[in-house]
T-cell receptor, first 114, second 112 residues
Framework: ETGVTQTPRHLVMGMTNKKSLKCEQHLGHNAMYWYKQSAKKPLELMFVYNFKEQTENNSVPSRFSPECPNSSHLFLHLHTLQPEDSALYLC?????????????FGPGTRLLVL | DAKTTQPNSMESNEEEPVHLPCNHSTISGTDYIHWYRQLPSQGPEYVIHGLTSNVNNRMASLAIAEDRKSSTLILHRATLRDAAVYYCILRDASSNTGKLIFGQGTTLQVKP
C-alpha cells in the first residue's frame, strides 16, 4: 500500500461514545498532521507531530486527543464529542514540517456525531 | 503566513490550457508558493511549489512573477478530472510549524 491511508472512511458516533481515527503513511516521512474540514469552511490545522513529538496544537478542545506512537502512525482519539464536531478529518504527512516541503493527504474520515 | 488572493471561480474547456492566477503582494523573501487542489469528496492533493524560479512537474507548471507578488498555476491540457478547488498558499521557509492555511481557493469547472 502506498501514500497516506486513513481508517475508517466513515464513522457515526453518539455523543457519549469513544472512538479512534487511524492514519498510516508509507512515505518515510517524519511529520504528520491532523486537519478538520467542516462543511463550507476551509481546512483547519489541528495538530502537528515531528519525529513523534507534538509541535503544534491549534487550540483544539481536549475531547480530541492525538497519539503518535511512531513516525508512520497517527491516531485521533475522540470522546464526548458534540454534533458540531461532525466534519471530514484529514491526515497528512511530509518529509519535515518546514515551509519548503509538500504535504500529502489521506482520503479522510467523514465523521457524523449524533 | 502572508495572505493570497484568488478568483472565486474559473471555467475552462476540456483539452485547453488553464491559467489560475494568485496574488500575494505581501509575500516575504522566505515564503514558498504552494498549490494544492481538492477534488469533490477527497482530501487535498499537492500540485506544485516554488520559491523564485518557474517550476514544472508532471501535473502542472508554476510561473512566478519577477517581483514574486503574483504567480500562475498552469494546467497545460485540462481534463474533466481537473475540476477541483485550487488553493494557492504561502509558507515561510524559516517556519517549522508545518501550518498550511487554506483559504477559499478557486473552483475550476471544466466543460467537455
Amino acid at each position: 500500500e502506498t501514500g497516506v491511508t486513513q481508517t475508517p472512511r466513515h464513522l457515526v458516533m453518539g455523543m457519549t461514545n469513544k472512538k479512534s481515527l487511524k492514519c498510516e503513511q508509507h512515505l518515510g516521512h517524519n511529520a504528520m498532521y491532523w486537519y478538520k474540514q467542516s462543511a463550507k469552511k476551509p481546512l483547519e490545522l489541528m495538530f502537528v507531530y515531528n519525529f513523534k513529538e507534538q509541535t503544534e496544537n491549534n487550540s483544539v478542545p481536549s475531547r480530541f486527543s492525538p497519539e503518535c506512537p511512531n513516525s508512520s502512525h497517527l491516531f485521533l482519539h475522540l470522546h464526548t464529542l458534540q454534533p458540531e464536531d461532525s466534519a471530514l478529518y484529514l491526515c497528512a504527512s511530509s518529509h519535515d514540517s518546514g515551509g519548503g516541503t509538500a504535504q500529502y493527504f489521506g482520503p479522510g474520515t467523514r465523521l457524523l456525531v449524533l | 503566513d502572508a495572505k493570497t488572493t484568488q478568483p472565486n471561480s474559473m471555467e475552462s474547456n476540456e483539452e485547453e490550457p488553464v491559467h489560475l492566477p494568485c496574488n500575494h503582494s505581501t509575500i516575504s523573501g522566505t515564503d514558498y508558493i504552494h498549490w494544492y487542489r481538492q477534488l469533490p469528496s477527497q482530501g487535498p492533493e499537492y500540485v506544485i511549489h516554488g520559491l523564485t524560479s518557474n517550476v514544472n512537474n508532471r501535473m502542472a507548471s508554476l510561473a512566478i512573477a519577477e517581483d514574486r507578488k503574483s504567480s500562475t498555476l498552469i494546467l497545460h491540457r485540462a481534463t474533466l478530472r481537473d475540476a477541483a478547488v485550487y488553493y494557492c498558499i504561502l509558507r515561510d521557509a524559516s517556519s517549522n510549524t508545518g501550518k498550511l492555511i487554506f483559504g477559499q481557493g478557486t473552483t475550476l469547472q471544466v466543460k467537455p
